[in-house]
T-cell receptor, first 115, second 114 residues
């Protein structure tokens, strides 16, 4: 079974530029998560989708971050404009469904460096 | 407020020695508890989890963890460390009223010396 796919794996941009990350979850997984992992910290949930609807985006900086999950499968996370403090690894995860706990499977992440 | 604490940022052990990584949480009830491992450039891999029942949980790669309610702890152990265990380890918790939301500790970096 294929795992969670993410691209690109690495991205370097200048501050105030825009960037987008892509995630393809495990087939059949209804729930998709985006996490931000800053160096020296544990991952922090940015947004959670159930199919193509948002379940939790309470920690998403909505002035600059946006995410969508069209058709309830792939998802993109965008940052516009980027700031230095956005340098982090962005992890995508998926689970079979939400509700009572379902194991989350993580992708390899996208490492973003903002100069 | 609910929180997860991993007191040790770095730990160095000799190959073949035993290992214990600490994890404490702050919560009024028993949460769901997890340990993940992250190797450089890799995603997070689940080592083991505790929901209820036997407080000693066996996981993959020879790891185990013990839930101690009185200490609000869920420490990860391995009797004999291999060089390939060098990685970063994260304790994570699901606090039930927040649904499926995983809250991670800051992580412990394990170095293995030969």
């Amino acid at each position: 079974e294929a795992g969670v796919a993410q691209s690109p794996r690495y991205k370097i941009i200048e501050k105030r530029q825009s960037v987008a990350f892509w995630c393809n979850p495990i087939s059949g997984h209804a729930t998709l998560y985006w996490y931000q992992q800053i160096l020296g910290q544990g991952p922090k949930l940015l947004i959670q989708f159930q199919n193509n609807g948002v379940v939790d985006d309470s920690q998403l900086p909505k002035d600059r971050f946006s995410a969508e999950r069209l058709k309830g499968v792939d998802s993109t996370l965008k940052i516009q404009p980027a700031k230095l403090e956005d340098s982090a690894v962005y992890l995508c995860a998926s689970s079979f469904r939400t509700g009572s706990y379902n194991e989350q499977f993580f992708g390899p992440g996208t490492r973003l460096t903002v100069l | 407020a609910q929180s997860v604490t991993q007191p040790d940022i770095h730990i160095t052990v000799s190959e073949g020695a035993s290992l214990e990584l600490r994890c404490n949480y702050s919560y009024g009830a028993t949460p769901y508890l997890f340990w993940y491992v992250q190797s450089p450039g890799q995603g997070l891999q689940l080592l083991l989890k505790y929901f209820s029942g036997d407080t000693l949980v066996q996981g993959i790669k020879g790891f185990e963890a013990e839930f101690k309610r009185s200490q609000s702890s869920f420490n990860l152990r391995k009797p004999s460390v291999h060089w390939s265990d060098a990685a970063e380890y994260f304790c994570a918790v699901v606090f039930m009223e927040y649904g499926n939301k995983l809250v991670f500790g800051a992580g412990t970096i394990l170095r293995v010396k030969s």
